[in-house]
């Protein structure tokens, strides 16, 4: 939630170097919106269904 504020300044670790980041390019960004959007494709690929 922290980064999601106005203005923060979200530092990123990866790649071997210290480098500001937006919002959208964070992981914890990414997994969410691709869960999101593609929630029923993940969840029957994760998860063997009994009907």
Do not use: C
Not at 6 to 33: C, M, N, W
Not at 38 to 43: F, P
Request: aromatic fraction near 12%; charge should be negative; glycine fraction near 2%.
């Amino acid at each position: 939630m922290l980064h999601a504020m106005p203005d923060a300044k979200i530092l990123s670790f990866d790649q071997g170097r210290v480098h500001v980041v937006s919002y959208d390019e964070t992981d914890s960004y990414q997994v969410t919106e691709l869960f999101i959007n593609n929630r029923t494709y993940l969840l029957d690929r994760l998860v063997e269904w009994e009907d």
